[in-house]
């Protein structure tokens, strides 16, 4: 009979002790961060910083509380993940009226993300009403004729310009959002058919955006005019051109409607097309017999085997630019030099003409014979 009351009392000691254990949470996806960090660092590279592990989510999540602005949004190039100073965190308190929230470098939308996801773990209403309250600015901010700029705030400005980077990021989180779709299962659905008719009309706009050549569809500008809907100088440059780079996430964009309608396919066949024939190898090959002749032969071995683009391109002939920063276009004889600057070309489409592109083809029944890599 002792024996049995002394077992007892021991399982109860032991119950009670896991009773009181700190519950474990899972570490939340930061890849949406990557391009604000990856800002950030370039302006602290020389601060030492010290950093939460991936694990420690309510802490990480509480930086974003901290941080977020009044409005809903976050400035942009900060870094949740690090430990603050007393300082710092009165310094964000300070700066909650500031109207500095941007869209600038995917901004946003992964806080709101994160935010979601700490909420589904802990229930905590605070991490809730913080995404829904950054949700309800990417609405707001929506221009009137369906696109984005990089200011986060209600689209009251006659001057902005609609920033496609910022506008293809907002409608794929829109349209997770109106498909319910993990980690936003939580939204009311009210607020998932604003979200819906955001979509529509963001979509209808990336279509009339996209600009053409020689009789042919072309790609993307990295940005244009609101009232004309014209290509103009992105943020930094000082002229309009093709952004392959962004151009490719639209394609993706695309891509990934269930069933897409007519013009749809004919944005991403059209894409397609531009990318297969731009690459920057067939630029040099289509160009090579240009070469002045006091220049001494050189090798077409400079470039990468497999495909690259350049970061930039004109808009009415599609030829490569030395960068939009100074819309220098690069002469024929410049593709091989050029190629020792990695910041200047990419291979942003090489994996969406080589397997992506191809098998959504087979699903949406496009003909054969249409461009791959």
Known sequence: MIHTRITCLILLLTLGACSHQPP????????????????WQRTHSDEKVDLYSQDQILAIADNLLLMQRNNGGWPANINPFRKLTGDQRLQFLKDQ???????????????????SHVYLQTGDVRYRDSAKKAFRLVMSAQLYNGGWSQQAQSATDEMATIDTRATVTALRFLRRVAGGEMPYGYVPFDMRREAADSVRKGDQLLLRLQQAHDSRASIWAGAYDLKTSQPTAASAEVVAALDPEVSVRITRYFMQ???????????????????????????QLRSGAKRPGWLPAYSRVALPRKAV????YTIATSKPLVGAANGRTVKPYEVNALAADHDWYGSWARELLQTEYPRWRRRVIIPSGSPTL
């Open 309 to 312: 683009w350049a970061r930039e």
């Open 97 to 115: 009226n500031a109207r500095d929230a941007s869209f600038a470098n995917a901004n946003i939308i992964p806080q709101i993300f994160y935010l």
């Open 24 to 39: 474990v949470y899972r570490p939340v996806a930061t890849d949406g961060f990557a391009r604000v960090l990856e800002f």
């Open 257 to 283: 409607i269930e069933r897409p309608p007519a013009e749809v396919v004919r944005a991403v066949t059209g894409a397609a097309d531009w990318f297969s024939r731009n690459t920057l190898q067939q630029a």
